[in-house]
Nanobody, 126 residues
Framework: QVQLVESGGGLVQAGDSLRLSCAASGRALSDYAVGWFRQAPGKEREFVTAISFSGISRVYADSVKGRFTISRDNAKNTVFLQMNSLKPEDTAVYSC???????????????????WGRGTQVTVSS
């Protein structure tokens, strides 16, 4: 089973950028599609973005489209989330998870994902 560890969160001001990492161990991350989700205080976890096992396909939530970019480096067993033009409403705990999906079709349903990391806190001040 794959284990995931997120890093790169922090406290930033509105308009700033952050780059999150999701590092895998125990199994090759190239065996999976990878998704990022976030959960703000008092709210349900929501889908942010996902990338296919090959890295060819990506999908984004409307709220982050044009600002966030997901990428992967299978040689480093890591997936990245570049977050630009951050807004206070982006404040949340960001977690990554895997979907054992060898197609280019991606899903926002968190029920498809497992091996969740513990998350990294992103706080954006206004």
């Amino acid at each position: 089973q794959v284990q995931l560890v997120e890093s790169g969160g922090g406290l930033v001001q509105a308009g700033d950028s952050l780059r999150l990492s999701c590092a895998a161990s125990g199994r090759a991350l190239s065996d999976y599609a990878v998704g990022w989700f976030r959960q703000a205080p008092g709210k349900e976890r929501e889908f942010v973005t996902a990338i296919s096992f090959s890295g060819i396909s990506r999908v984004y939530a409307d709220s982050v489209k044009g600002r966030f970019t997901i990428s992967r480096d299978n040689a480093k067993n890591t997936v990245f989330l570049q977050m630009n033009s951050l807004k206070p409403e982006d404040t949340a705990v960001y977690s990554c998870a895997v979907d054992p999906n060898f197609s280019e079709r991606l899903y926002s349903d968190e029920g498809r994902y497992d091996s969740w990391g513990r998350g990294t806190q992103v706080t954006v001040s206004s």
